[in-house]
């Protein structure tokens, strides 16, 4: 079965930075994309971006809206996905889910999220 | 990026009833959308991808089409439990953009 279980989420104040995890399981890890998705309350989810598979290197996307500030990253060893963000805004404030895709760029599995709010 | 307009916003219906939902997107997608499934405090669940295709486990009440530029999902014989918000999402070019929701009630 899979599983996606993401940590880190919490308050932070405007222009600090979190790190967020995704632990994953249920899957061979290395094979697939892997993706951040974001979604304030009440809106819809806004895709942040994703890191490859061992096969295409690992290479990272990202939406313009917050590329140079989040960085993703994940440790194969240990089956986990990271999202680095740097300069938070108050926009910011979302509940942040991991995805995995499908055979293609759909979003089969979600994680429960993790809530990051961006107040002083 | 691409803009994915979806409609209505809202809508109520009965059990039983027939539902369709739309999303028109601001250019060619090629088939490359998908719709979620979102009840209050939980993460979005995906029911169909490539259009048309229905995720493994989704009841066969749900479907999708496309006609040009605009996707719609249908929901057949409304039960209690599809009473939640519904999205579109393009994956066919970066940023992978989605539709602002719609929220079914059922009466």
């Known amino acids: 079965e899979v599983k996606l279980l993401e940590s880190g989420g919490g308050l932070v104040q405007p222009g600090g930075s979190m790190r967020l995890s995704c632990a994953a399981s249920?899957?061979?890890?290395?094979?697939?994309?892997m993706y951040w998705i974001r979604q304030p309350a009440g809106k819809a989810p806004e895709w942040l971006g994703f890191?490859?598979?061992?096969?295409?290197?690992?290479?990272?996307e990202y939406n313009p809206s917050v590329k140079g500030r989040f960085t993703i990253s994940r440790d194969n060893t240990q089956n986990m996905l990271y999202l680095q963000m740097n300069t938070l805004r108050a926009e910011d404030t979302a509940t942040y889910y991991c995805?995995?895709?499908?055979?293609?760029?759909?979003?089969?599995?979600w994680g429960q999220g993790t809530l990051v709010t961006v107040s002083s | 990026d691409i803009q994915m307009t979806q409609s209505p916003a809202s809508l109520s219906a009965s059990l039983g009833e027939t539902v369709t939902i739309e999303c028109l997107a601001s250019?060619?997608?090629?088939?490359?959308l998908a719709w979620y499934q979102q009840k209050p405090g939980k993460s979005p669940q995906l029911l169909i991808y490539?259009?048309?295709s229905l995720q493994d486990g989704v009841p066969s009440r749900f479907s999708g089409s496309e006609s040009g530029t605009q996707y719609s999902l249908e929901i057949n014989s409304l039960q209690s439990e599809d009473a939640a918000t519904y999205f579109c999402?393009?994956?066919?070019?970066?940023?992978?953009?989605f539709g602002s929701g719609t929220k079914l009630e059922i009466k």
């Open positions: 995805a995995r895709p499908g055979i293609g760029d759909w979003f089969a599995y």
């Open positions: 249920g899957f061979t890890f290395t094979d697939f994309y």
């Open positions: 890191i490859r598979n061992k096969a295409n290197g690992y290479t990272t």
């Open positions: 250019e060619d997608i090629y088939s490359n």
């Open positions: 490539d259009a048309s």
């Open positions: 999402q393009q994956h066919h070019d970066y940023p992978f953009t």
